[in-house]
């Protein structure tokens, strides 16, 4: 499958200036796929595993002499390790935390050298070193497939292509409109996590695709056993489940488990998202950029990696949504939330750590919220998600009276378009939001996902 963090790739094979690249990201999202299709540019490829060669790790514990390790590899491997000819990927990385130390040396030592390391629960071992590489090593970070993404698995490339030149003057033909509805619904029962759309893209069998959903599923919360001992696994299934529950609503911790204190439920979901299997929604006052500045800690919502996985857990009636055409009389919205989220984290850049952002006003007589914040260079875009065609937007209204901004964005299952000081965007475009675009005609422009 092809996938927008390829063209990152290759621009960096051919950055003279390159830096050793580290890609994080959560299980199963693809980075060691996408790294064996950079490979196959180079004369020759390397590849370790820290998990299943466990005595490979003996070659980076004696010291972290670049020149010694590459001899080592090669000779273990019997590949040739040459600068520019070799792609040398180091795989689960952090399962060597000597490894990650010597990723510098590597920038230092061997420029030449093509080196790309890289891990599902990275953040973990980052959290025990003492010092790393800061400013000798490239960070990139790996999410599931957009919907962009899923539209060329599908090998709609010209539908894709006549999306991002459509924009908020512009609608799509009611034709294509209704067409990328369809890609939409069918998106947002598999979700994006690669093993998942390749099941669908040769079988378009659902029951498959809920099959292998549920053993991703049954992998990540297997892996709960590799986090820290301070929780209980049986806490961290307990919290990774309650985020479904409580999906586009403020996370109550008192809430999320029946059985323990809230500091060992505060740790588990800490460790849920530092292995990227949650992501926070985090309240902001949003009274200017950036929009971190003014966060407040002890209000945010959370959801899951992936909707596909969300939808599963939620125990989603696949008849009944396959036949209904308004998201709200299914799951009230939660599910369209859900996914508007893991869109924008998909479309940020790749090369910091996601953020999302909302807003809530809760004064006696007066409770507002507003689903999602996007921070575009100097512009707050607040976006109202609606799961229908139909819904009020009073909170809109209200952030945008308040805060002096406008326009507001409605997402929803409406056409592109736009009326007063609110423009209209369709569920299935929240990607036009990151591309750069003229003032004059509105046209989006690709950025990646």
Known sequence: MKRFIDQELFQWKEDPGRKPLLIRGARQVGKTYSVRQLAKEFPSYLEVNFELERSVHTFFEKNLNPDEICINLSAYYNVPVQDSQTLLFMDEIQACPAAISALRFFHEKRPGLHVIAAGSLLEFALQELP??????ITHLFMFPLSFDEFLMAMGEERLLQLKMKQGFENPLPDAIH?????????FLVIG??????????????????????????????????????????????????????????????SKASQTSNHGQTKEALELLDMAGLVYRVQHTAANGIPLGAEVNPK????????HGIFQRILGLDLPQYLTEREFATINKGSLAEQFVGTEIIKNQSSNTRPQLFYWQRDKRGSSAEVDFLVQKHHEIIPLEVKSGTQGKMQSL?????????????????????????????????????????????????????
């Open 131 to 136: 010092s790393f590489g800061v400013g000798r």
């Open 178 to 186: 209704d067409k990328m509805l369809d890609y939409l619904r069918t």
């Open 192 to 253: 994006g996590l690669p093993d998942v759309v390749q099941s669908f893209v040769e079988d378009r069998d659902y029951l498959k695709t809920q099959q292998v959903l549920d053993n991703l599923i049954t992998g990540y919360e297997d892996d709960f056993a590799k986090y820290k001992q301070r929780v209980p696994v049986s806490r961290l299934r307990e919290v990774f489940r309650y985020v479904v529950l409580q999906a586009g609503k403020k996370f109550i911790v």
């Open 299 to 306: 209000n945010f919502k959370a959801i899951l990696i992936d």
């Open 397 to 449: 209204h209200l952030f945008m009276q308040e805060k002096k901004i406008s326009p507001g964005t409605r997402v929803s299952m409406e056409n592109f378009g736009q009326y007063d000081n609110i423009r209209v965007l369709p569920l299935y475009a929240v990607s036009t939001l990151f591309q750069p675009s003229s003032t004059q005609d509105n046209k989006p422009q690709r950025k990646r996902s």
